[in-house]
């Protein structure tokens, strides 16, 4: 008969090694979302934009996606919008931007960007707007 002292053992590594596969695929998931088109080129419009540099300061570095935030965060191939917490040395703010593409053979254009900061929860600043309005087709 196996001892409760062996049985321990093997649930404390089964535990840590779950554990540890969680971890992996989390930042390799955060890692690859990190490589795609359309977060480079947000990032790049972010930190190319002077009044965006002007409130956070430079260097502009990007945190975590909450990627279990499906209504935030989400792309199905063809669009896609992301919510990225940004920080400079002046302040922190969240990046909010969408993309879009017409196949999945063709470059993703980012369509908006704002930058939401956090000691201004109620305003954004508009980086970027290339999305349609109903009443004259752009706006």
Same mark, same amino acid.
């Given at each position: 008969? /196996?001892?409760n002292?062996?049985?321990? =053992? /093997?649930a /404390?590594?089964g535990?840590v090694i779950t554990a540890?596969?969680?971890?992996i695929?989390?930042?390799?998931?955060?890692?690859?979302l *990190?490589k795609? +088109?359309?977060?480079?080129?947000?990032?790049r419009i972010l930190?190319? &934009?002077p009044?965006?540099?002007?409130?956070?300061?430079e260097?502009?570095k990007?945190?975590r996606?909450?990627?279990?935030?499906?209504?935030?965060?989400?792309?199905?191939?063809?669009?896609?919008?992301?919510?990225v917490p940004v920080?400079?040395?002046?302040?922190k703010?969240?990046?909010?931007f969408? %993309? +879009? =593409?017409?196949? &999945?053979?063709?470059?993703?254009?980012v369509? &908006? /960007?704002?930058?939401g900061? %956090?000691?201004?929860?109620?305003?954004?600043? =508009?980086?970027?707007? *290339?999305? *349609?309005t109903?009443d004259n087709? +752009?706006?």
């Open positions: 008969m /196996v001892s002292a062996a049985l321990a =053992r /093997v /404390v590594f535990g540890s596969t969680g971890f695929l989390y930042w390799k998931m955060q890692d690859n *990190k795609t +088109e359309y977060y480079t080129k947000a990032l930190r190319s &934009h009044p965006a540099i002007s409130l956070l300061g260097p502009i990007d945190g996606v909450d990627l279990d935030d499906r209504k935030k965060n989400y792309c199905d191939g063809l669009k896609a919008q992301i919510e920080r400079g040395p002046k302040q703010g969240t990046l909010y969408s %993309a +879009e =593409r017409a196949a &999945h053979t063709e470059p993703w254009d369509s &908006h /960007v704002e930058l900061l %956090a000691n201004e929860p109620n305003r954004r600043l =508009r980086i970027l707007n *290339k999305l *349609k109903e087709g +752009e706006e």
